[in-house]
């Protein structure tokens, strides 16, 4: 199933891949709910409250897309 074929009230920005990391990472280590991450967004990457709730309403939106593009179930295999 390709990206280009999932509709989203908000447009994925390759400009904001950075965040979208920082947010799945956040999201793994379990320390919010990520209803309340935008704080993290704007201490992290000194953003607005406005930009950082943007970011992160986009990343809410368009999780499942973005989890398949960046492959964050698939992590690499680790080769010895």
């Known amino acids: 199933m390709s990206n280009e074929n999932k509709e989203t009230k908000r447009p994925i920005k390759e400009e904001w891949t950075h965040y979208y990391n920082f947010l799945e990472a956040l999201r793994r280590?379990?320390?919010?709910?990520?209803?309340?991450?935008?704080?993290y967004l704007e201490e992290a990457f000194k953003l607005s409250e406005k930009e950082a709730r943007e970011i992160l309403c986009n990343w809410?939106?368009?999780?499942?897309?973005?989890?398949e593009k960046y492959e964050w179930d698939n992590p690499p295999i680790k080769k010895d």
């Not at 809410?60 to 989890?67: D, K, P, R």
């Open 60 to 67: 809410i939106e368009n999780y499942s897309a973005l989890n």
């Open 29 to 39: 280590t379990g320390v919010c709910n990520m209803w309340g991450a935008s704080v």
